[in-house]
């Protein structure tokens, strides 16, 4: 079987998925699109082009967050938000994904609160069971950037409705350079940090930093080029893809783009995705995604 068809038939885990930066070109115009019917204002003053950031792109990554006020426009209303979460999971798992943890901040507009934003993806994620096999969960992030009663409001939100998984944490880390910081995190024990990309002292970070990953085996949700590093170093990760949408990719072409890069066998890419099993914050459906990943690897003998 050749490696794009490969990737794309693999049972795959998405750990690391933000629902705003994971809408697809098609996805925007079927909201432009809705929009436009009603009536609505289009706000965004900008087309596909100025959202997605390519190969080769030269726009840095303050750039890269600022498309982001582009999907904001667009899943504005309670309507738009269930269209974008239910396109975006049936996209996912149209990619061969078994499972994911789409993950959003909670935000308030002029037609929802932040605990109606919540709700509507909880609850498109719930119907989405009515027609997708995947396993679909939600992670409530909190920006860093936004003002304190903000943040405390959204985690209070997410103990509300994270009855069972109160304890759970991911953490963004090292995706920029700032050891202190680092430091800091890992220290916290998170579950699983997300990027990890400045720890290795290589990449920006220290022998302190990478010293106390390689301790604390903590779970990396990866998407840059210090793999091997991770990899080498038996340190649990995953890989994921942040924003399909702005960086025009999918998580089977992360995995060929992984295996080209780093010279993997079909196999250890299976196992890379087994391995992601045991990392899924929801417990209870371990057994079933580790059964499919491995039924897979059975079928094709690796």
């Given at each position: 079987m050749d490696l794009k068809k490969y990737c794309r038939e693999l049972p795959k885990i998405e750990l690391h998925a933000h629902l705003n930066g994971s809408l697809s070109q098609t996805t925007m115009l079927h909201l432009k699109r809705y929009h436009a019917d009603r009536g609505f204002e289009d706000k965004t003053n900008a087309f596909f082009d100025e959202f997605q950031i390519g190969s080769g792109d030269t726009r840095n990554i303050t750039d890269c967050f600022q498309v982001f006020s582009i999907a904001h426009s667009l899943t504005s209303t309670p309507e738009t938000l269930a269209m974008a979460t239910m396109l975006t999971l049936q996209e996912f798992q149209d990619d061969g994904c078994c499972y994911i943890e789409l993950r959003s901040t909670p935000r308030e507009t002029e037609s929802m609160s932040k605990r109606q934003y919540l709700e509507t993806i909880i609850q498109t994620i719930q119907k989405s069971s009515l027609n997708l096999t995947m396993v679909s969960k939600l992670i409530v992030s909190i920006n860093r950037s936004c003002p304190?009663?903000?943040?405390?409001?959204?985690?209070?939100?997410?103990?509300?409705?994270?009855?069972?998984?109160?304890?759970?944490?991911?953490?963004?880390?090292?995706?920029?350079?700032?050891?202190?910081?680092?430091?800091?995190?890992?220290?916290?024990?998170?579950?699983?940090?997300?990027?990890?990309?400045?720890?290795?002292?290589?990449?920006?970070?220290?022998?302190?930093?990478?010293?106390?990953?390689?301790?604390?085996?903590?779970?990396?949700?990866?998407?840059?080029?210090?793999?091997?590093e991770l990899y080498d170093a038996e340190i649990p990760l995953i890989i994921c893809t942040d924003d399909k949408g702005v960086f025009a990719?999918?998580?089977?072409?992360?995995?060929?783009l992984c295996a080209e890069t780093f010279n993997l066998t079909q196999s250890q890419l299976a196992r890379l995705s087994l391995n992601a099993c045991q990392f899924m914050f929801a417990e209870e459906k371990r057994k079933l995604l580790n059964d499919a990943v491995l039924n897979f690897i059975n079928k094709n003998e690796l």
């Open positions: 304190i009663h903000d943040a405390e409001e959204i985690a209070n939100l997410a103990i509300e409705f994270s009855k069972m998984y109160p304890d759970v944490v991911t953490l963004h880390c090292g995706e920029v350079c700032n050891p202190e910081e680092v430091l800091q995190m890992l220290k916290y024990k998170p579950d699983r940090i997300g990027h990890g990309v400045c720890i290795h002292p290589q990449y920006g970070g220290t022998d302190e930093t990478w010293s106390l990953l390689c301790q604390m085996k903590i779970p990396v949700d990866y998407d840059s080029h210090h793999f091997r990719t999918s998580l089977s072409q992360e995995y060929r």
